[in-house]
T-cell receptor, first 113, second 113 residues
Framework: GESVGLHLPTLSVQEGDNSIINCAYS??????FIWYKQESGKGPQFIID???NMDKRQGQRVTVLLNKTVKHLSLQIAATQPGDSAVYFC????????????WGLGTSLAVNP | DAEITQSPRHKITETGRQVTLACHQT?????MFWYRQDLGHGLRLIHY???????NKGEVSDGYSVSRSNTEDLPLTLESAASSQTSVYFC????????????FGPGTRLLVL
């Protein structure tokens, strides 16, 4: 069935290091991929997205990489800060499911000072 | 500033009671969504609306209903609350044609005893 999964449920990094959060997806029809960040006690917050016709997209301190060959998505956070501590969700969507988001289970990122 | 609000933030109710969770957005977004979030399941879509008088079932719609009488509001009703509906509920909205960029409310924590 459809699924968006994660390789690592938890990730612990040192402040200042780079973080890489991975996500695997199974639906070849998915054409839009999104990363959200959820801080404790809050709703998810959009970070960055990427269309399937792109391999890489950069934002402020974040980069998303898409490898369609192996159905893999990653979020890279440069110079990780304590404020980056949160749960990160990947999501996918495609036209055939009325553009609903299919959410992964999330990866918890802990930044150690 | 535009925002999306949910009320109440916390609710305790008894099995069998009808409960309505409110969601109000001032973004003037066409799209609105209700999710529930439980440990181990991530975010699961309950119902969604792509415009006034439009409602659609998500993956876990049984026992829930919504109505969309205006752009700003999408109340979620639990017809007869069950203990399995104890969860954190998030409302979200997005602009027309931009399902991937959703703005989330702060969530409602519901306990059904």
């Amino acid at each position: 069935g459809e699924s968006v999964g994660l390789h690592l449920p938890t990730l612990s990094v040192q402040e200042g290091d780079n973080s890489i959060i991975n996500c695997a997806y199974s639906n070849s029809a998915s054409d839009y991929f999104i990363w959200y960040k959820q801080e404790s006690g809050k709703g998810p917050q959009f970070i960055i997205d990427i269309r399937s016709n792109m391999d890489k997209r950069q934002g402020q301190r974040v980069t998303v990489l898409l490898n369609k060959t192996v159905k893999h998505l990653s979020l890279q956070i440069a110079a990780t800060q304590p404020g980056d501590s949160a749960v990160y969700f990947c999501a996918e969507t495609y036209a055939g499911n009325n553009r609903k988001l299919i959410w992964g289970l999330g990866t918890s990122l802990a930044v150690n000072p | 500033d535009a925002e999306i609000t949910q009320s109440p933030r916390h609710k305790i109710t008894e099995t069998g009671r009808q409960v309505t969770l409110a969601c109000h957005q001032t973004w003037n977004h066409n799209n609105m969504f209700w999710y529930r979030q439980d440990l181990g399941h991530g975010l699961r879509l309950i119902h969604y609306s792509y415009g006034v008088h439009d409602t659609n079932k998500g993956e876990v719609s049984d026992g829930y209903s919504v109505s969309r009488s205006n752009t700003e509001d999408l109340p979620l009703t639990l017809e007869s609350a069950a203990s399995s509906q104890t969860s954190v509920y998030f409302c979200a909205s997005s602009a027309a044609g931009r399902v991937e960029t959703q703005y989330f409310g702060p969530g409602t924590r519901l306990l059904v005893l």
